[in-house]
């Protein structure tokens, strides 16, 4: 991929911005040495902005995708809650893919280019403006430009799909906590679940009274294609 005419940012900018991160990690009394580990990670991602689309790459935890790079097999059926770069890295591992994203922009760019590829199946489904009463599990909390919109379709968007029908599912867009609720039987038995930015006070309560007895590998520190540290996790549904 080109980086022509892209910012290179100064290595020292690098190292302060990743200084910085591991000392917000330790004040919150988070184990670091994993994010340590990441930093040559950490400079290749932030040296040159290239985005996750472009590298091809989910927008999560780094060291949540390396082993996602293991656990994939060819044949599995994933179901994404947010379109991007996840999907070309689900089905560049021969996973076939049902994604469903709610920002009709980022989806025709999307579709343009993959709309023919029988490896994936893309779903829109927009949120609902405007709405004078919303029910707080359908807001998306930490989404940009929100107010005012409820996200109850895109909640409900895997509702009429089969139960256990999938290998695994990404929960890494808007409304999580919802989407999780309503998509968790979808799940084959033994499939995974993987959750984003789970270290969000938000989306506590629904992880521990969904997957509360799950096994559950958390992947902290550096991000892919971010100067953030962020958190992901992996669940495990029992066999």
Same mark, same amino acid.
């Given at each position: 991929?080109?980086?022509?005419?892209?910012?290179?940012?100064?290595?020292?900018?690098?190292?302060?911005?990743? +200084?910085?991160? @591991?000392?917000?990690? %330790? *004040?919150? #009394?988070?184990? !670091?040495? =994993?994010?340590?580990? $990441?930093? /040559?990670?950490?400079?290749?991602?932030?040296?040159?902005?290239?985005?996750?689309?472009?590298?091809?790459?989910?927008?999560?935890?780094?060291?949540? +995708?390396?082993? @996602?790079?293991?656990? %994939? *097999?060819? #044949?599995?059926? !994933?179901? =994404?809650?947010?379109? $991007?770069? /996840?999907?070309?890295?689900?089905?560049?591992?021969?996973?076939?893919?049902?994604?469903?994203?709610?920002?009709?922009?980022?989806?025709?760019?999307?579709?343009?280019? @993959?709309?023919?590829?029988?490896?994936?199946?893309?779903?829109?489904?927009?949120?609902?403006?405007?709405?004078?009463?919303?029910?707080?599990?359908?807001?998306?909390?930490?989404?940009?430009?929100?107010?005012?919109?409820?996200?109850?379709?895109?909640?409900?968007?895997?509702?009429?799909?089969?139960?256990?029908?999938?290998?695994?599912?990404?929960?890494?867009?808007?409304?999580?906590?919802?989407?999780?609720?309503?998509?968790?039987?979808?799940?084959?038995?033994?499939?995974?679940?993987?959750?984003?930015?789970?270290?969000?006070?938000?989306?506590?309560?629904?992880?521990?009274?969904?997957?509360?007895?799950?096994?559950?590998?958390?992947?902290?520190?550096?991000?892919?294609?971010?100067?953030?540290?962020?958190?992901?996790?992996?669940?495990?549904?029992?066999?």
């Amino acid at each position: 991929m080109s980086t022509n005419n892209r910012y290179v940012k100064p290595s020292h900018r690098i190292l302060a911005r990743f +200084c910085n991160e @591991l000392w917000k990690y %330790i *004040k919150q #009394g988070k184990p !670091i040495s =994993e994010a340590i580990k $990441g930093y /040559s990670a950490y400079y290749d991602y932030n040296r040159v902005r290239v985005f996750p689309y472009e590298r091809q790459l989910p927008w999560i935890n780094h060291f949540a +995708c390396e082993r @996602l790079r293991e656990l %994939i *097999k060819p #044949g599995m059926n !994933i179901l =994404e809650f947010g379109l $991007g770069g /996840s999907t070309l890295f689900f089905r560049n591992l021969g996973a076939s893919v049902y994604s469903i994203e709610h920002d009709d922009e980022w989806f025709q760019t999307v579709k343009k280019e @993959l709309e023919n590829d029988k490896m994936v199946s893309l779903h829109l489904y927009k949120p609902e403006i405007d709405q004078p009463e919303i029910e707080d599990k359908y807001r998306s909390v930490h989404g940009l430009f929100s107010e005012g919109m409820s996200w109850k379709a895109y909640a409900h968007a895997a509702d009429n799909l089969p139960n256990e029908a999938f290998d695994l599912i990404l929960i890494d867009g808007r409304a999580r906590p919802e989407c999780l609720r309503n998509s968790i039987s979808k799940l084959k038995p033994g499939g995974m679940l993987v959750f984003d930015n789970s270290e969000r006070e938000s989306y506590q309560q629904a992880m521990d009274d969904l997957m509360g007895n799950w096994r559950c590998e958390k992947y902290q520190g550096v991000q892919i294609c971010d100067p953030f540290f962020s958190e992901t996790r992996i669940y495990f549904k029992p066999a």
